[in-house]
């Protein structure tokens, strides 16, 4: 065992860095979700903060915010579930089935392009097209004869999240789906076309049946995730539109808890999120696998 660890020293010292900065930035920090159970301090610290049980979990169930707060979390958690996490898929496909490889490759990098860009540049983009001076607004507000700004609409601030989550991201799962798809054997689809099976019948019974366990592995990975939408996000777009579609669990910690100074409970929303995504994650695992998949473990 020992003789086989110093052969693969250098093997380790590479993860070594990686480890490190887990250890540092993701469990250490595990151990400050004492303070849920506590009526946190910053001057007094965790060992002079008094200890409060639960009360803290329960002003958390009973907060009206928190509801309002996760009632909006789901509704875009849906929405982008049911828009945004196939976008990809779909694009891959279309992709997949031009024969041309430079077309192929300058739509993979022109939509790949958004993933650099940060959220600031992704809303100002936005705010340029929908907002009250924006040249999709304009051509609205002359249809419809009255002033249209979709960015400060209520009503349509789900949509325009999913939306603005979807053309950043759909380039980056994108490159994920062509990989699986370029693990699919060749064979399978000559000796479907020699069958006469046409271009819909073989990516419905060749394609997607081949990259089947990775959109499940994705998607589990993407429940694990269903109560975070993106802090930066719908910060920069809550002022616009108001709290009570733009309050979502990150934003109510950051507010209560670093604004507010109620660390206790913000800690407590914090841990009860991470528990819920640990849930739905094992529990999608072990569905997949009841119903014959593999899963992600």
Known sequence: MKRRLWQARWCYLFILPGL???????????????????????????????????????????DPEVADALINTL????????FAFPAPLLLALLLNSIISDKIKRFVQSVVYL??????????????ALFGGTGAISEV???LLDR????????????????????????????????AAMALVPVERYEAAAVDGAGGWRRMWHITLPGITPVIVLLLILRLGSVLTVGFEQIILQQDAVGADVAQVL??????????????????????????????LVLGANWLAKRLGGEGAF
Do not use: C
């Not at 509704?75 to 049911?82: E, G, K, T």
């Not at 400060?152 to 989550?165: G, H, K, M, R, W």
């Open 20 to 62: 490190i900065y887990f250890v540092i930035f993701r469990y250490v920090p595990l151990l400050g979700n004492a303070v849920a159970w506590q009526d946190y301090s910053p001057y007094l610290g965790v060992a002079g903060s008094p200890w409060v049980a639960w009360d803290n979990f329960e002003r958390l169930i009973t």
């Open 75 to 82: 509704v875009l958690s849906l929405l982008q579930i049911v």
């Open 114 to 127: 958004p993933h650099f860009i940060g959220w600031v540049i992704v809303v100002s983009i936005w705010q």
């Open 140 to 142: 609205l507000s002359g």
């Open 147 to 178: 002033p249209v700004n979709l960015m400060t609409n209520p009503d349509t601030f789900a949509l325009l999240i999913t939306s603005q989550v979807i053309w950043k991201e759909i380039g980056w799962g994108t490159i994920i789906f062509l």
């Open 250 to 279: 990150d934003t109510f910690v950051y507010y209560r808890g670093v604004l507010g100074g109620d660390w206790g409970l913000a800690t407590a929303a914090g841990l009860v999120k991470g528990l819920v995504g640990t849930v």
